[in-house]
């Protein structure tokens, strides 16, 4: 079912959607809904607060144009598609949209400062729950760093200055293959189209995205990279074996 799929994220406490998930919801081309995106009539102020054009990298390691989303620029873009099917994917859009933005303002209220007593008791289980579930994982990584010792040394020499790895080293480093390792976390539903990992791998602290500047003197482009956490690499490697 559509509703079951994830059409939105949030990303830098906003919640948005990109280019690629609507061309895979709504049955189109990408390449026409970049095109739908240009060709919108609204206002320059509008396409700079509701439409971000960045790059991705395809399965074949090509930087790749899309767009990302705010659910203003959503709404906007998805005015011009109709059809019983295209109304039943706007309605599940909206409805993701509105439920991400609720559950964005839990997450960010503690739950002493949540007046309504079962919202309250609700966000104070949540968040001991989170703290067992980082203290185990925790505990699990240590144990893992002390039964793989000889592999830790090889570990920190390619482990960045920031702590975080390139998935083209974390692939070597359990003995898969760049592409082949995306394509079996996009299979697990792990990472997006586009191979970056769903908001909850990035708030649960598994992964992060960086923007890094590519291309030449002449033409430049911003690229989301994805890079891992020692506690993402524990991850991976748990959920590969399993």
Request: proline residues 2%; charged residues 30%.
């Amino acid at each position: 079912m559509i509703t079951e799929q994830q059409l939105v994220f949030i990303d830098n406490g906003r919640v948005l959607t990109d280019s690629l998930t609507v061309a895979d919801v709504f049955g189109k081309d990408h390449a026409k809904v970049l095109r739908d995106i240009r060709e919108l009539d609204c206002s320059e102020e509008f396409n700079e607060s509701n439409f971000g054009l960045i790059s991705y990298e395809d399965s074949r390691g090509r930087a790749k144009p899309k767009y990302v989303l705010t659910q203003d620029g959503f709404t906007f873009l998805a005015m011009g598609y109709t059809g019983r099917e295209a109304a039943r994917f706007k309605e599940a859009y909206i409805r993701q949209f509105n439920h991400m933005r609720q559950q964005l303002q839990q997450l960010s209220t503690p739950s002493y400062a949540i007046d309504d007593p079962i919202a309250r008791a609700k966000r104070w289980i949540q968040e001991r729950e989170e703290t067992e579930r980082i203290e185990t994982e925790r505990l699990l990584l240590a144990e893992k760093v002390t039964e793989q010792a000889p592999k830790v040394e090889a570990f920190d020499t390619f482990i960045s200055a920031d702590g975080l790895q390139t998935m083209g080293d974390v692939a070597k480093s359990l003995g898969w293959g760049r592409n082949r390792l995306y394509a079996e976390l996009r299979a697990r539903d792990v990472l997006m189209n586009g191979n970056k990992p769903y908001q909850r791998f990035v708030s649960g602290g598994y992964f992060t995205v960086k923007q890094t500047v590519k291309g030449s003197d002449e033409v430049k482009f911003t690229l989301p990279v994805t890079m891992v956490t020692a506690k993402g690499v524990a991850y991976i490697e748990r959920l590969l074996a399993s």
